[in-house]
């Protein structure tokens, strides 16, 4: 089987980088890592792929002049790494229409809650807010519709009695790293098709 190979775009911690990094290890695993690329030179996710030997890198977008510019350079080292599917992985940036259209079905992005409720920021203080009483999180195809792409894989996480933002989202952050490794070994695997807007998921090969 050749392995998709796989580009994560991070920020911060990169806690859901490393739990693809970890999937991705597995000699089964139909996606491997080729590139690494941060957005914020002082990222933990960064200095920690770099300690691991992984191909990071850190373009930092205060050395561009436009949103446009900063993307080309993504790219570039995208392209220098031949990736064929990109994972976002707390990447806080809005990235440009013609990037998207450019990697239209082949990129990932994780988001904690269950769509389509709770877009955009902060959605853990919206859930809380709203008074739910399950909560999750999304894994999805990116579109030009911030956080409204075709939706891959979803987990839901209960909302506790007295639940802080920060307690929901620690405990969504634990489901994230399952449900995105298995969300991108299916799109990777070409189980995961993207049709009219909706993604249906094949059942697996009889072994």
């Not at 990697?103 to 809380?128: D, E, M, V």
């Amino acid at each position: 089987m050749a392995k998709k190979r796989l580009a994560i775009l991070i920020s911060g911690r990169g806690s859901n980088m490393m739990a693809l990094v970890a999937a991705a290890r597995a000699p089964d695993y139909p996606a491997e890592v080729v590139a690494i690329v941060s957005s914020q030179p002082d990222a933990a996710g960064l200095a920690w792929a770099r300690a691991e030997g992984l191909p990071a890198t850190c373009i930092d977008p205060e050395a561009y002049a436009s949103r446009q510019a900063f993307d080309g350079a993504v790219d570039r080292v995208l392209a220098e790494a031949d990736a064929e599917l990109v994972a976002l992985a707390g990447f806080m940036r809005i990235l440009s229409p013609q990037f998207v259209r450019k990697w239209h079905a082949r990129q990932l992005n994780i988001h904690p809650s269950l769509l389509p409720a709770f877009k955009g920021l902060n959605p853990q203080a919206q859930a809380l807010a709203a008074g739910v009483k399950i909560s999750g999180c999304t894994v999805h195809f990116v579109t030009e519709d911030l956080d409204g792409g075709p939706i891959i894989a979803q987990t839901a996480v209960p909302v506790c009695e007295g639940d802080t933002a920060q307690a929901l989202a620690a405990r969504i952050l634990r489901a994230e790293h399952a449900l995105y490794p298995g969300a991108l070994a299916l799109v990777a695997a070409g189980r995961a098709r993207l049709s009219d807007g909706r993604v249906t998921i094949l059942a697996a090969a009889a072994t």
